[in-house]
Each structure stands twice: as structure tokens, then as C-alpha cells.
């Protein structure tokens, strides 16, 4: 699998950005999708995760209610849709496939590029 991730930007605090991200390969069917994000002098963290069937999504707390995860098996293509953005969702935003959707970066088997996100004050 091959992913490309993009749609980041700069951005206003309370605004939106959606992310996107564009695999190649058939296994994207039958995997897990997840977006991590690393801010600078910061680890990689978790943001999100959604089933290959797209019918079980896991959220960490600090985006909970202002990102939602998706995905379009037709189009091989995942999306994070960011509202209500805050200064501290700034960072490089990777996609990540697996067969699992856990929370550690270590469980996903292939990555896309990043995408920069800078929200402004």
C-alpha cells in the first residue's frame, strides 16, 4: 500500500481543513485507516482511526468532537475533517494503514508523506 496524504494548510484558530489521503494497492480495502500527527521537538501521536468497513472510528481526547475520520472504499481515499481548529493542532499530519486501528504508531505497517497544519492565533 501506498499513501499521499494531503489538503493541509494555514489556517485560522476556528477554522477547517480536510485531509486526505490517496492509496494505491487493494489491501486498502481490507485495512484499518489512522492519522497521527508530530508536532515540532514532539513525538508522533495518535488522532484517529477508522475499521476497513469505516463502522468503528476511535478519536484521542484532545480532538473528541472537532475531527471526524472517514473514508471512501470506492475512491481508495480516507479524510479528516478538522473543525474548530486550535494553535495546538498545529503539526505534520501522517496517514497510516493497517489490518489493526490502534492507537500505537508501532501497529501501522505503511505511511503516507505527511501534510503540514498550521493553525494561527
Known amino acids: 500500500v501506498q499513501l499521499q496524504a494531503s489538503g493541509g494548510g494555514l489556517v485560522q484558530a476556528g477554522g477547517s481543513l480536510r485531509l486526505s489521503c490517496q492509496a494505491s494497492g487493494r489491501t486498502f480495502l481490507s485495512n484499518g485507516m489512522a492519522w497521527f500527527r508530530q508536532a515540532p521537538g514532539k513525538e508522533r501521536e495518535f488522532v484517529a482511526s477508522?475499521?476497513?468497513?469505516?463502522?468503528?472510528?476511535m478519536y484521542a481526547d484532545s480532538v473528541k468532537g472537532r475531527f471526524t475520520i472517514s473514508r471512501d472504499n470506492a475512491k481508495n481515499t480516507a479524510y479528516l475533517q478538522m473543525n474548530s481548529l486550535k494553535p495546538e493542532d498545529t503539526a505534520v499530519y501522517y496517514c497510516?494503514?493497517?489490518?489493526?486501528?490502534?492507537?500505537?504508531?508501532?501497529?501501522?505497517?505503511?505511511w503516507g508523506q505527511g501534510t503540514q497544519v498550521t493553525v494561527s492565533s
Open positions: 477508522i475499521s476497513w468497513s469505516g463502522g468503528s472510528t
Open positions: 497510516a494503514s493497517s489490518k489493526k486501528t490502534g492507537v500505537d504508531l508501532g501497529e501501522y505497517d505503511y
